[in-house]
């Protein structure tokens, strides 16, 4: 197996949603949508597709702490970005949105790439589990010899 081979076999679609907050300006979204993209490059993702931002009534009061004081929210951006990465950029891509003080609320899930069908993935996300577990288990016999 060469190297890029099983560089490429590490690499995950993940999909964040984040709220931005109502105080943004208009005209200042694609500036913000562009720091979460940045954000994803410097975790070692790529950008896959994403929505613009648009605004929304939440389902319920959000607050967020400013300063030395909570602001509350009853609307909020919501926009959403899919990226491919290795594992450890959506940890490392949380740690940055959610240190970005525009951002409400962020969450960063396993997603189905573009050009897959949810069969095709529930299938691949299946092999990987057993190969997961045979993995494991193979540890596990090694480990007691």
Avoid: C
């Avoid at 949105?97 to 529930?122: F, G, M, Q």
């Amino acid at each position: 197996m060469t190297d890029s081979h099983s560089e490429h076999e590490n690499l995950r679609v993940y999909e964040v949603g984040y709220l931005m907050l109502p105080s943004v300006p208009e005209d200042k979204l694609p500036d913000e949508t562009q720091k979460i993209e940045a954000e994803i490059r410097k975790a070692g993702g790529s950008p896959l597709s994403s929505g613009a931002p648009e605004l929304m009534t939440l389902a319920y009061e959000m607050i967020k702490p400013l300063g030395t004081k909570n602001e509350r929210y009853r609307t909020a951006y919501f926009g959403w970005m899919k990226f491919e990465g290795e594992p450890q950029a959506p940890v490392l891509l949380k740690k940055a949105v959610d240190a970005n003080p525009h951002i409400l609320r962020s969450l960063i899930v396993k997603a189905v790439p573009e050009n897959e069908s949810r069969a095709e993935s529930e299938r691949l996300i299946l092999e990987e589990r057993k190969a997961k577990a045979a993995e494991s288990s193979v540890e596990d016999e090694t480990s007691a010899e």
